[in-house]
């Protein structure tokens, strides 16, 4: 069959007889793909027009339960991709990394913006910027979704999860996404994109996917686009260098190639418990997805003391590792992506075996379980070792991506670190030591040239998620020949599909631009106390002014008392007045909370649900016996939650002494019912 683009809202067969796509055991052909005769500019003038505007007009919290349904959605339909998933040579095992990996990573960015994202369109960063002596000019951060499309170029290792991984920020951003899969293994990507388009969770033109190459897309590209790239550096550096990315200043997001290295510290030896963890590691990251990962161990560095014992213990790891059809029981690893990935990747063994000596591994004697190794792309994990890695070049620059490590000794932890730098910028080391002084030498002396180190030792080893998991809350990527860019980190995702911007005005206008008041702004004296009102009646700005209250030496010893802090500042007269901050007795900061609480609460039962916390408490001046406090309390900021069925609210709290003098400053954090309460009154 002829793999389809998904484009324009409906499936599109490209021209031609486009390229054969096969599967990776057998070389049976399963589709062919091209894109020839493909409009990209009204692709993207859809992923702008219709697929923009509807991601814009909806809120954080509402495109992450778009993307929480979706996520729901294809787990049901889990067992479809596995079962295509075989034929890209992936094991049961490598696709569920791909698979629920990647669902689960969609999951997961979709959680986070429900829980650590506002019921808005705007994203503020950090706090208001005061500009002027009277408050009346500030200047506030905030980000606001790109107006163009975010053009995905995704490598073939992971057809889903690296699709996956990459839409959900760009969704919960607000920017739509043209996803180009490599064509290897596009079959399976299709798949998942045509169920995500029959499910109609996501608004016409948010997702389109092209089948086959990209044509002329780069030359319609604007300085509102994002292109997302994983794959060859080569690849990368041309892209880079197109016309419209760099004359029209695209953003442009880079994982590349990648020599990632693991250091065995002098410290474990053979018989430790970090000695056998990384031995344990290293095996597995040559052999999961047949070693197809752009994290995976490349550059395996121990002590020269310890490397006969290293290499010892890989070989039996190794040896032991059945190689064949990933669909049949017993099958560790399976083959490569494609006969022509077999072909680069022996080429790339023929460059290293110049400055390192085979030690396990021999393609030329492989008979793969269950399968033809003349049609399969089979290589069987290959071992080589390095003698002299300082002198080496090929070691520290050439990537093998399949089953393929080297091992590298080194002399001292200083020869470690020179050694692991050569890489020139890795996404991941790991470090196993039981020493932490060595560890974090180690990894302060590697972190430069790395965008992810894993420290292991016996302890995290149980619950550690292992050297090549690149994870949705930190961030995956690379400096140097890793592609300089960035992917993941939680929130920090979003926001490369994100405008940040200064803005400069008064309160009430950065306050009615942002939802969130300012102070200077506006503050509205409503006929009810703020706490009898339900979520949706509150406005931002609404404000309570409490009555005033003395603090005498009664109420410091009373809570003194009650609490248990017996400080001396708060007791003793004397030693309080030693003391330079105070020069006399003074409340306590807890206490001062306490009593603005009781000034400015409603007691009877009514919307607010519940207090569940307080943010950037500040105690500012000290308050003494004899001064008299009151309470400011303004509604700061709202978000809702409809499903839950009330939302957050924000008060921004001052309490003031008898000389209106800010003594505390803090938020306070409450749930508020939608609803009013009918029997609220009584």
């Not at 109420?555 to 008392?561: R, V, Y």
């Not at 900061?589 to 519940?610: E, K, N, Q, T």
């Amino acid at each position: 069959m002829k793999l389809e683009s998904y484009v324009l809202g409906s499936w599109w067969a490209g021209r031609g007889e486009g390229a054969a796509l096969r599967d990776a055991t057998s070389g049976e052909v399963i589709a062919r793909a091209t894109s020839e005769g493909l409009d990209a500019a009204a692709v993207l003038r859809h992923a702008r027009v219709v697929g923009g505007s509807a991601l814009r007009a909806l809120t954080f919290h509402e495109r992450a339960a778009m993307l929480r349904a979706l996520g729901k959605h294809l787990l049901g339909l889990k067992e479809e991709f596995y079962e295509l998933s075989y034929r890209t040579g992936a094991t049961r095992a490598d696709s569920w990394i791909d698979i629920e990996g990647g669902i689960g990573t969609l999951l997961a960015i979709a959680g986070k913006g429900a829980r650590e994202l506002p019921n808005a369109r705007v994203l503020l960063d950090g706090d208001v910027e005061p500009l002027s002596k009277g408050g009346t000019f500030v200047g506030q951060h905030v980000c606001v979704p790109l107006a163009g499309a975010a053009v995905h170029i995704n490598a073939f290792n992971f057809p889903v999860w690296g699709m996956l991984e990459k839409l959900a920020p760009a969704v919960l951003a607000g920017v739509p996404v043209v996803v180009k899969p490599a064509t290897t293994t596009a079959y399976l990507a299709a798949l998942v994109v045509r169920r995500i388009a029959e499910s109609r969770l996501l608004p016409d033109g948010v997702l389109q996917m092209i089948a086959g190459g990209v044509g002329d897309l780069f030359d319609h590209l604007t300085g509102q686009d994002v292109v997302s790239f994983t794959g060859s550096a080569d690849t990368a550096a041309r892209l880079r260098a197109h016309a419209a990315v760099a004359g029209r200043s695209v953003r442009f997001i880079a994982e590349t190639d990648s020599l990632n290295c693991a250091v065995l510290a002098p410290d474990a030896s053979a018989g430790t418990p970090e000695f056998d963890l990384y031995i344990r590691e290293v095996a597995r990251e040559m052999t999961v997805k047949a070693g197809q990962k752009c994290t995976a161990i490349r550059r395996v560095l121990v002590p020269s003391a310890a490397a006969a014992d290293v290499v010892a213990a890989l070989r039996a790891a190794l040896d032991g590792v059945v190689v064949g059809d990933p669909r049949v029981d017993g099958v560790r690893m399976g083959p490569l992506a494609s006969r022509d990935q077999r072909r680069e990747v022996l080429a790339r063994i023929d460059d290293l075996r110049r400055e390192a000596d085979v030690i396990c591994g021999d393609p030329a004697s492989l008979r793969p379980l269950g399968a033809d190794g003349e049609r399969g792309a089979f290589v069987p994990p290959v071992l080589l070792y390095c003698r002299d890695a300082a002198r080496a070049h090929a070691v520290h620059a050439v990537e093998a991506f399949g089953p393929v490590a080297t091992v590298i000794p080194y002399s001292d932890v200083e020869e470690g670190i020179a050694l692991a730098r050569r890489g020139e910028g890795s996404l991941a080391a790991s470090v196993f030591s039981a020493d932490d002084d060595l560890a974090a030498q180690l990894v302060l002396g590697i972190a430069p040239f790395h965008g992810r180190v894993l420290v292991v030792n016996r302890h995290c080893a149980k619950e550690s998620t292992g050297h090549g998991s690149p994870l949705a809350p930190l961030v995956h990527g690379g400096p140097g020949r890793a592609g300089g860019g960035e992917e993941l980190g939680g929130l920090r995702g979003v926001q490369h599909y994100m405008q940040r911007l200064a803005l400069q005005g008064s309160p009430d206008t950065l306050t009615a631009i942002g939802g969130r008041w300012i102070r200077g702004a506006t503050q509205r004296k409503p006929a009810q106390h703020p706490f009898r009102k339900p979520f949706h009646e509150l406005v931002i700005g609404d404000t309570l002014v409490s009555a005033e209250r003395e603090v005498t030496v009664a109420d410091i010893e009373a809570f003194a008392a009650l609490t248990g802090d017996t400080f001396y500042a708060h007791m003793s007269e004397t030693e309080a007045a030693r003391n330079p901050l105070f020069g006399g007795r003074v409340a306590h900061g807890y206490f001062l909370i306490a009593a603005a609480a009781g000034l400015f609460v409603d007691p009877g039962y009514g919307p607010v649900l519940g207090n569940y916390g307080l943010d950037a408490l500040r105690f500012v001046k000290p308050v003494r016996p004899g001064d008299r406090i009151r309470v400011r309390l303004t509604c700061k900021q709202k978000s809702l939650r409809a499903d839950k069925g009330w939302g957050e609210v924000r008060w921004d709290t001052q309490i003031t002494n008898q000389a209106g003098e800010t003594v505390a400053s803090y938020d306070v954090l409450t749930m508020v019912s939608v609803h009013a309460m009918p029997d609220q009154a009584s």
